[in-house]
């Protein structure tokens, strides 16, 4: 594969997982950037905003072979004061998340901003989004 092509391919991974982020948590467009390829640090630029809506650091890797744990090391040394994320996928296929499980624990019952001052209902249950998400596909 040429470099032009891997890059773009990297590309594409990176805007998926900025698009997801962005539709999740109601944020501005503006709030997430996809860095250019090659620039050292995480794959995606976020705002003040979106960094504490989503205190990660983001590493994407659209590869046919993936090695995790040397992703997850590299979206570890982004930035230590976050909790490091890797979104992942391969051709043809769904973009996955591979994270630290206290790190998905913490995040997952932590109310997103538009729930700030809100109960946890069974309609907001993590269970129920699974099974909606799954129903879209």
């Not at 997430?32 to 640090?41: K, L, R």
Request: aromatic share 8%.
């Amino acid at each position: 594969m040429r470099t032009s092509s891997a890059k773009a391919k990297g590309r594409r991974c990176s805007q998926e997982a900025k698009d997801l982020i962005v539709d999740a948590l109601k944020l501005d467009q503006s709030d997430i950037e996809v860095t250019p390829s090659g620039v050292t640090g995480a794959d995606l630029w976020m705002s003040k905003t979106a960094r504490d809506a989503f205190p990660f650091s983001i590493e994407c890797k659209n590869q046919e072979a993936l090695n995790v744990w040397s992703a997850l090391i590299q979206a570890s040394s982004h930035d230590p004061d976050l909790a490091p994320i890797l979104f992942f996928k391969r051709n043809r296929t769904e973009l996955y998340v591979a994270l630290k499980a206290k790190d998905f624990l913490h995040f997952y019952k932590k109310p997103l901003p538009s729930e700030q001052g809100e109960e946890r209902t069974e309609e907001k249950d993590f269970s129920d989004t699974i099974k909606r998400s799954n129903e879209r596909d």
